[in-house]
């Protein structure tokens, strides 16, 4: 692949804005479209050019990105995608689930467009530093072919070659992840209540078998210091834990403690609404606790 190739990137949100950004920083010619005019005129004073459809997109590259919110806009916007005079593949970096990877898959197929089920995780520090991981589903030769533009966004996963193999690795780590938070406010919640140092505990569990990603980075980062702006919306993790819920399901596999933290975030949600931070899910325990997990940073 040319490093002057021209790609195009549908949802330049917080972490499309990174990934589109690094696009152009490599070398690439990127035509960007979103309904987020001022995320698309920051690439566009970058170097990116301006669509004005997610249709003007695939009519302009051959190879076309998107990292968007949610299933049913990923299968809008593929349908507009598959109309496009250009385009031959089509990279969905977004968290659908394996039944709308399938469908969309299956649209563009008709229009002789291959479909790469490749969602990311790693956040969108992880997105702007280029440390996502990238769980790519498609055919072999195939994901080789793109590995130059998918490593330019982060590392390459090589999942399957079935359409929804990468969403059900996606699922699989995104469960985990909002386990992680949910957990860990919780037991922060009944130490601090208990009368210990919240920076004294995170030290604790960051030195034993306790660790994770969020005592690791999410509470100090941005609860302990009351700040909770991790950057990414609790509406779209409470979207991954349901997918993962019903995923399971679909497949005879229990989710016991998945259940519980999927309701965790559905009321965290409906407190903070869809964009609140996912961090916040401690502040809706401290209300329950009575407590509040607060470090010396705090101001």
Same mark, same amino acid.
């Given at each position: 692949?040319?490093?002057?190739?021209?790609?195009?990137?549908?949802?330049?949100?917080?972490?499309?804005?990174?990934?589109?950004?690094?696009?152009?920083?490599?070398?690439?010619?990127?035509?960007?479209?979103?309904?987020?005019?001022?995320?698309?005129?920051?690439?566009?004073?970058?170097?990116?050019?301006?669509?004005?459809?997610?249709?003007?997109?695939?009519?302009?590259?051959?190879?076309?990105?998107?990292?968007?919110?949610?299933?049913?806009?990923?299968?809008?916007?593929?349908?507009?995608?598959?109309?496009?005079?250009?385009?031959?593949?089509?990279?969905?970096?977004?968290?659908?689930?394996?039944?709308?990877?399938?469908?969309?898959?299956?649209?563009?197929?008709?229009?002789?467009?291959?479909?790469?089920?490749?969602?990311?995780?790693?956040?969108?520090?992880?997105?702007?530093?280029?440390?996502?991981?990238?769980?790519?589903?498609?055919?072999? !030769? /195939?994901?080789? *072919?793109? &590995?130059? =533009?998918?490593?330019?966004? %982060?590392?390459?996963?090589?999942?399957? +070659?079935?359409?929804?193999?990468?969403?059900?690795?996606?699922?699989?780590?995104?469960?985990?992840?909002?386990?992680?938070?949910?957990?860990?406010?919780?037991?922060?919640?009944?130490?601090?209540?208990?009368?210990?140092?919240?920076?004294?505990?995170?030290?604790?569990?960051?030195?034993?078998?306790?660790?994770?990603?969020?005592?690791?980075?999410?509470?100090?980062?941005?609860?302990?210091?009351?700040?909770?702006?991790?950057?990414?919306?609790?509406?779209?993790?409470?979207?991954?834990?349901?997918?993962?819920?019903?995923?399971?399901?679909?497949?005879?596999?229990?989710?016991?403690?998945?259940?519980?933290?999927?309701?965790?975030?559905?009321?965290?949600?409906?407190?903070?609404?869809?964009?609140? !931070? /996912?961090?916040? *899910?401690? &502040?809706? =325990?401290?209300?329950?606790? %009575?407590?509040?997990?607060?470090?010396? +940073?705090?101001?």
């Amino acid at each position: 692949m040319s490093a002057k190739q021209e790609l195009g990137f549908i949802g330049v949100g917080r972490m499309g804005i990174h990934m589109a950004g690094r696009l152009l920083e490599a070398g690439y010619g990127v035509t960007v479209f979103d309904l987020n005019e001022t995320n698309v005129a920051r690439l566009v004073q970058r170097g990116a050019k301006r669509a004005a459809s997610p249709a003007e997109v695939a009519s302009t590259a051959e190879t076309v990105l998107a990292s968007l919110p949610t299933p049913d806009i990923v299968k809008a916007v593929a349908a507009e995608v598959a109309t496009g005079s250009k385009v031959k593949t089509f990279i969905d970096l977004s968290t659908t689930g394996p039944v709308a990877a399938k469908e969309v898959a299956a649209v563009l197929a008709a229009k002789g467009i291959a479909a790469v089920d490749a969602p990311v995780s790693g956040g969108p520090s992880g997105a702007e530093k280029g440390t996502v991981a990238v769980m790519v589903a498609c055919p072999k !030769d /195939l994901a080789e *072919t793109l &590995r130059p =533009v998918v490593e330019v966004i %982060g590392k390459m996963f090589w999942v399957g +070659a079935e359409p929804g193999q990468g969403q059900a690795m996606k699922l699989v780590n995104n469960i985990l992840s909002a386990t992680a938070v949910a957990m860990t406010s919780e037991a922060l919640a009944m130490g601090a209540k208990a009368g210990l140092d919240a920076d004294t505990m995170i030290a604790v569990i960051n030195s034993g078998s306790g660790r994770n990603t969020a005592t690791e980075d999410k509470f100090p980062r941005c609860v302990l210091n009351r700040r909770f702006d991790f950057g990414f919306a609790i509406g779209l993790m409470h979207k991954d834990a349901k997918l993962a819920v019903q995923f399971a399901e679909s497949l005879g596999v229990p989710m016991i403690v998945g259940n519980a933290v999927n309701q965790l975030l559905s009321i965290t949600e409906s407190i903070e609404g869809f964009n609140g !931070d /996912l961090t916040t *899910t401690a &502040r809706t =325990v401290e209300k329950w606790a %009575g407590v509040e997990i607060k470090g010396k +940073a705090a101001k």
